[in-house]
């Protein structure tokens, strides 16, 4: 039977679309706000620079070349806010590749740290009075503009607290000890004076003794840099980091080295995880490192080989950026890295055809090689460890001979599958 609707339920439909039409109003209106401000985004930013300039004294002071690196920075982080709150995603680190080489010449440059932070409070409320003169006299538009406030503050927070910790990393970095100090120091270890006479008074500081154990870093910026701090940027980075008790880390003509004293009991992988998540976070931040680890120095007399273990490790990280962590590394794991074309022009074109075609396939035979290897040679761990049936590694073990003539319970040829199937995978290790 057919009823007519009840004037209450119309009522609400018509409610609900009013509410539906409004949203789509005020939607509109917020992108054309921000696409109003990105066209006059560098206008806008010229005006917001003399607004900086005249409520935070200390930028009425610096350099034309510093001020034409603020009014470059203003312009940066203009477009990079209205283009999130375009695309209506949140602010991440990888966003603000280039805060931290600012940070670094405002430290260098001297200004202050609460003047430093005070630019970010004058922009963004120089931003928020530029949203309100495009949104206009409608309802809309000041909806609109509402709806901005909170983006604009979380914004300019998550910039000022990234541009302060970064500020203050190098800040701290070079209070900790002159330049000329720590490379001194540096070089004497390295070289092996230390080691015929007595160490440098410099070397207490960092807790360096004779019988120290330590590990020595090499870490080298990769991709194209134009900016001259980036090495002095990167290298407070990794002296903030919390390695191990102490750490001596030096900027020289084109790398970083770091050395780091372990204190008794402390677990040198432990030490490459923490610079790992070090180098991870500097390569968000748009600062990509190759960095290279030596095995343990015990002691002073070590660390030239150290040294050159380092430099040989970091020669292994590819042009992405990355960690080769010596500690972190098997024999097996480091040869294979070594590995030249050599080696992958000696591996049976039976065996490169059957890893090239399983790997194709989902690689379960690949797997079931390394689980084997893993296991020891034992079927039923091999099943366990692979959640299968016995009878299904059995049936994969035969199905892996029959391809590659190798049978898998002759060491010779488990090893010339192994190292067959991390040849193709590419170098292990490097993180």
Not at 226 to 251: G, N, Q
């Amino acid at each position: 039977m057919f009823t007519l609707p009840h004037p209450m339920a119309k009522a609400q439909r018509g409610d609900a679309y009013q509410a539906a039409f409004e949203a789509g109003e005020v939607r509109s209106e917020r992108k054309r706000i921000l696409h109003t401000l990105l066209d006059r985004v560098d206008d806008l930013s010229e005006v917001e620079l003399a607004a900086i300039r005249a409520e935070v004294p200390a930028y009425t002071r610096v350099g034309d070349r510093l001020v034409e690196d603020v009014r470059d920075q203003v312009a940066q982080h203009n477009r990079t806010m209205l283009t999130l709150f375009l695309e209506e995603r949140g602010v991440t680190l990888e966003d603000f590749t280039f805060v931290r080489g600012a940070a670094t010449r405002r430290a260098r440059a001297g200004v202050a740290l609460e003047d430093y932070v005070s630019a970010y409070r004058v922009g963004q409320q120089f931003l928020w009075n530029a949203i309100v003169d495009v949104a206009g006299d409608t309802s809309a538009g000041r909806e609109a503009a509402l709806g901005l406030a909170m983006p604009l503050m979380r914004y300019i927070d998550f910039a000022s607290t990234h541009a302060g910790r970064a500020y203050v990393e190098f800040q701290q970095y070079q209070v900790a000890g002159s330049d000329s100090e720590r490379r001194d120091l540096l070089d004497s270890l390295l070289s092996g004076e230390a080691i015929r006479g007595q160490l440098p008074a410099a070397a207490q500081k960092y807790s360096i003794g004779a019988d120290s154990l330590m590990l020595v870093a090499t870490a080298i910026p990769v991709g194209e840099y134009s900016d001259s701090l980036v090495l002095p940027a990167a290298s407070a980075a990794v002296a903030r980091t919390e390695l191990c008790a102490k750490t001596l880390v030096v900027v020289r003509e084109t790398d970083i080295v770091a050395l780091v004293v372990l204190y008794p009991g402390a677990d040198p992988t432990s030490v490459c995880d923490k610079l790992e998540a070090a180098q991870v976070r500097l390569s968000e931040e748009g600062l990509p490192l190759a960095i290279g680890v030596s095995t343990v120095a015990r002691g002073v007399a070590e660390l030239p080989r150290a040294y050159a273990e380092a430099r040989a490790a970091v020669e292994l990280v590819g042009d992405i950026g990355g960690m080769a962590a010596l500690p972190q590394l098997s024999p097996f794991d480091y040869f294979m890295l070594r590995a030249d074309d050599t080696a992958h022009r000696l591996i049976d074109s039976r065996v490169r055809a059957f890893v090239e075609e399983d790997r194709a396939r989902g690689g379960s035979l690949i797997e079931t090689i390394r689980a084997f290897a893993d296991a020891d040679l034992n079927l039923r761990v091999t099943a366990e460890q692979l959640w299968v049936h016995p009878n299904t590694v059995q049936y994969r073990l035969k199905r892996i001979e029959e391809h590659t003539g190798r049978n898998l319970r002759n060491i010779s040829d488990l090893l010339d599958l192994l190292i067959a199937v991390t040849l193709d995978e590419g170098p292990p290790g490097v993180l």
